[in-house]
């Protein structure tokens, strides 16, 4: 049974940092490439980042490139979202997922001064 567990939320003032965990079970980890995908009140889930199987290759949108960045670890089965310079616009739940169609219960950013 696919299960992904994310951590590492919090509340942070604007231009803060924060490190997201999510670490995954029930398939093959290193054979699958990985997405975060975040999730604001009111609004529709979005992708954030993508990472191939081997941690080479990465794509962000564009509401956070050059802020954001995805990385993995498949000795451990997780993979990481490193944001920086956080906005408000960047509130929201958090999740990560392979193929999009299972989802853990996501961790809450929320940026505010």
């Known amino acids: 049974q696919v299960h992904f567990v994310e951590s590492g939320g919090g509340l942070v003032q604007p231009g803060g940092s924060l490190r997201l965990s999510c670490a995954a079970s029930?398939?093959?980890?290193?054979?699958?490439?990985m997405n975060w995908y975040r999730q604001a009140p009111g609004k529709e889930r979005e992708w954030v980042a993508f990472i191939n199987t081997f941690g080479g290759g990465t794509s962000y949108a564009d509401s956070v490139k050059g802020r954001f960045t995805i990385s993995r670890d498949n000795a451990k089965r997780t993979v990481y979202l490193q944001m920086n310079s956080l906005k408000p616009e960047d509130t929201a739940v958090y999740y990560c997922s392979n193929l999009g169609s299972a989802w853990g219960q996501g961790t809450q950013v929320t940026v505010s001064s």
């Open positions: 029930g398939f093959t980890f290193s054979n699958y490439a």
